[in-house]
């Protein structure tokens, strides 16, 4: 039987990045805190670039506690959706049109988030990876870590459950 | 607690740059509780379908409330940093409305503050999300 030859490496670039794009762009919040995620194959890490406006205490001076926590939090929710899409983009389910035009299946709802201050955030550039421990039918569990520098000295970790969007039933 | 506690408490609010990004107002300090509210901004939106404001701004508002919490406790010496700190969302904020936060620093021992917050909005029977968190009480 003869194989399908595999798809041009640039329409399934294309595709994947066009799915990153809808997801990350369309959310006015991680824009404003200006977060960009950097992909490489399946796997996310999420960037957040210093700026005044995240400063918690001007003393110190140290990113925003509140800060942190929300940036662990988009990069978590973000990691969940991308593992979600990401069967569908391989498989060309969705389709570059309809990922252009923005139509996203619906998000996950955070049920709760924890987060555990290690360090104080310094005023640089930010980086953080997260991990889904848990991807069910209803719930899932998600992990995350954040650095600056140094990646063996992460300043934040956070741990959430989501409420995982109704699928179409098949 | 002291009126000029209050007042140094209010203005170290207001220095937060981000606190000012958010657009934070604390409308009440005092003795362990401090209230502040957050306009809705459409700039803090999470779901551009529904336009609710994201988690994170909420985490946020109640992260800075609870720290004004602690720092207006008359056993603190002021200065705190968030330990940890636990956000259970039961439910969307109303587009539209603003938030409120409300803090109370219950328990205070010499190294640590125990705090538990609430966010509201219009419909205050129904509360948007709960938190509890420690802080640091610092230098004494």
Redesign the interface.
């Known amino acids: 039987m003869a194989r399908k030859p595999p798809e041009p490496m640039q329409d399934v670039k294309q595709r994947r990045d066009a799915a990153l794009r809808a997801l990350v762009g369309g959310v006015p919040y991680i824009q404003f805190l200006g977060i960009s995620f950097d992909r490489r194959g399946n796997e996310l890490t999420a960037l957040l670039p210093f700026d005044q406006k995240l400063i918690g205490n001007p003393f110190l001076p140290a990113i925003h506690g509140g800060v942190t926590a929300a940036f662990l939090e988009v990069s978590a929710i973000i990691e969940l959706s991308w593992s979600l899409l990401w069967e569908d983009i391989e498989s060309g389910a969705i389709s570059l049109e309809n990922l252009q035009a923005g139509t996203l299946p619906r998000l996950p709802k955070t049920i709760d988030f924890t987060v555990d201050y290690m360090r104080s955030g310094l005023p640089r550039d930010a980086y953080a990876r997260a991990r889904v421990t848990r991807s069910g039918r209803r719930y899932a569990s998600v992990q995350v870590e954040a650095w600056q520098d140094n990646h063996d000295r992460p300043f934040a970790h956070g741990a959430a459950h989501f409420l995982m969007p109704r699928r179409e039933s098949r | 607690m002291s009126e000029r506690k209050a007042q140094i408490a209010k203005q170290f609010i207001q ?7 958010l657009r934070m107002e604390l409308t009440q300090i005092g003795d362990g509780k401090a209230e502040i509210c957050m306009p809705y901004d ?8 529904t336009g609710v ?5 909420v ?6 409330c609870c ?1 004004a919490a602690v720092m207006s406790h008359p056993e603190s010496p002021a200065a705190t ?9 039961m439910r ?1 904020a109303t587009p539209n409305q603003s938030i409120r936060a409300q803090a109370e620093c219950h328990h205070i021992t010499r190294s640590v503050a125990f705090v538990r917050a609430v966010a509201l909005d219009d419909d205050s029977d129904n509360p948007v999300a709960m938190a509890t968190g420690t802080f640091t009480v610092e230098g004494r």
């Open positions: 220095a937060i740059p981000h606190a000012a990004a459409p700039q803090l939106v999470g779901d551009p379908k404001i994201h988690g994170g701004a985490s946020a508002l109640m992260d800075t720290g940093a968030t330990i940890d700190l636990r956000i259970d969302y969307p």
